[in-house]
């Protein structure tokens, strides 16, 4: 769903999302931006497919 990668030190990362890649300075930001990612639609419909493949 996404990617994250980073050099030695943690920030800057940069977050592949949706072919999308933001870069993220810092962990109050990158939470933030995991939040958007976990509560959005789309994100929610891929967990919701998976799980009803699981329970079949």
Known sequence: MFTVSHGVNFYPLVMK???N???IN???EFKDKLREI???PHTLNVVHSILAQVRS
Do not use: K, V
Request: hydrophobic residues 40%.
């Open 21 to 23: 890649t933001i870069s």
């Open 26 to 28: 810092s962990e109050s």
């Open 17 to 19: 999302y949706l072919n």
């Open 38 to 40: 976990f509560a959005a």
